[in-house]
């Protein structure tokens, strides 16, 4: 195995990235019958391992894929994989590591028992292309296209079936390219964007979509955490357009953004119009503090000099 090039853990092995291979005949890529879960490094520690992995196994039961692997041994593969690749990085960059576990493949011969696929493979995270974010705060889309219902498909598993959340990122994207798109429910209510969730700030309270209609992000979980940690009330409930509009503050939260500020959503600017907010700004510091490096800084510094 060649030291200087990436590795991925396929079913049971670590091989060359350029040696991985998947049948045509993989069930994640005919039917998205899959399901993932993903982290991201600090100074090349996975960051909250444990939980993305037993959030991955709940998806795992949900969809009634059983890996044969334990959640012990995902976890320490994962970290092989980190521990390999994390050194190929230049200098101030992380990845995420991410865990792919589809049914596996469609036979055509008679008799073959299917076993499931298990990949662990990394990337950088593009800090260059985010950083903006940092100084700027997100431009937020709501896009016509709803998001799936719950009772059709748990948002709350991390499937592979992302198409609705693409459909709407795709709009907003025909919208205002370099937005973010947020979805909303059959009733006009905020769920989540492309693998980010949403909180609403209002007269010191901290809101944001009830948890059976968004996939509970680890990072959202965090964020509400940070939040009665710094005595500040957090609420999960419905928030429409409305709420938005006459919001203090916003912000997103994701397992590569960890924390980032919202500018606008619909063109609407948000509060006084500074980003971050006051309660988001300590939330961001704290969440520092916890991953023990200024993930915020870590964006800034890929901003062209003078920017």
Not at 143 to 164: D, E, G, I
Not at 264 to 278: A, F, L, R, T, Y
Request: proline content about 7%; overall charge negative; charged content about 20%.
């Amino acid at each position: 195995m060649a030291d200087q090039e990436t590795v991925v853990f396929l079913n049971g092995k670590l091989i060359p990235e350029s040696q991985a291979s998947i049948s045509i005949r993989y069930r994640g890529y005919l039917h998205g019958d899959a399901v993932f879960d993903a982290t991201r490094t600090f100074n090349g520690a996975p960051f909250k391992l444990v939980e993305h992995v037993k959030r991955l196994y709940n998806s795992l039961r949900y969809v009634r894929i059983d890996p044969g692997f334990d959640p012990s041994e995902m976890e320490h593969w994962s970290r092989e994989v980190v521990r390999h690749n994390y050194p190929l990085l230049p200098a101030g960059q992380d990845m995420w590591v991410m865990q792919r576990i589809s049914r596996g493949v469609d036979s055509t011969e008679p008799g073959v028992e299917r076993q499931a696929t298990v990949l662990i493979e990394t990337h950088a995270i593009p800090f260059a292309k985010r950083a903006p974010l940092y100084r700027d705060g997100i431009r937020a889309i709501t896009p016509s296209v709803p998001r799936v219902p719950p009772r059709f498909l748990s948002p709350r598993a991390k499937t592979h079936n992302y198409l609705n959340l693409i459909m709407g990122d795709l709009e907003a994207q025909g919208t205002d390219p370099g937005s973010w798109a947020v979805l909303l429910d059959e009733n006009g209510n905020f769920t989540e964007g492309l693998g980010s969730n949403i909180f609403l700030v209002k007269d010191g309270m901290v809101n944001t979509p009830k948890g059976q209609f968004v996939l509970e992000g680890i990072s959202r979980g965090i964020a509400m955490d940070l939040a009665t940690g710094l005595n500040f009330p957090v609420e999960e409930r419905d928030l429409d357009l409305y709420d938005a509009y006459t919001a203090d503050e916003a912000f997103f939260t994701s397992t590569s953004l960890c924390i980032c500020p919202v500018a606008s959503i619909n063109g609407s600017v948000i509060g006084d119009g500074k980003v971050p907010g006051p309660i988001t700004e300590r939330l961001m510091a704290a969440y520092s503090d916890l991953a023990g490096m200024d993930f915020v800084e870590q964006y800034l510094s890929q901003l062209p000099s003078g920017a």
